[in-house]
């Protein structure tokens, strides 16, 4: 099984920031893409950014030239720098991995459980 631990999401005012922080565990055997979505209420999940092991990355339009994504490949951790946020920026924010577990040959997409941000004066 995978587990992730989510964090630093909250409330901040607009134009602040926030990191937020992802990590994976369990019977990983090797972790590939990892990524942000978002889902605001009553709007689909969209992409905020991808990371690759190499670090390859893409972003969404949503926060891209606002976002910084990054890894630690160690730690099976990912980060999401987040700046200059707006209100519509609020939103349930999801920790993705691509992993092959151990013992298993296929990948499979994994979601974390989700992170509020509150972006608001």
């Known amino acids: 099984q995978v587990q992730f631990v989510e964090s630093g999401g909250g409330l901040v005012q607009p134009g602040g920031s926030l990191r937020l922080s992802c990590a994976a565990s369990g019977s990983i055997f090797s972790v590939y893409a990892m990524g942000w979505y978002r889902q605001a209420p009553g709007k689909e999940r969209e992409l905020v950014a991808t990371i690759t092991s190499t670090g390859f990355t893409n972003y969404g339009d949503s926060l891209k030239g606002r976002s910084t994504i990054s890894r630690d490949n160690a730690k099976n951790t990912v980060y999401l720098q987040m700046n200059s946020l707006k209100p519509e920026d609020t939103a349930v924010y999801y920790c993705?991995?691509?992993?092959?577990?151990?013992?298993?040959?296929?990948?499979?997409?994994?979601w974390g459980q989700g992170t509020q941000v509150t972006v608001s004066s």
């Open positions: 993705n991995a691509n992993i092959r577990e151990v013992g298993v040959r296929q990948r499979y997409d994994y």
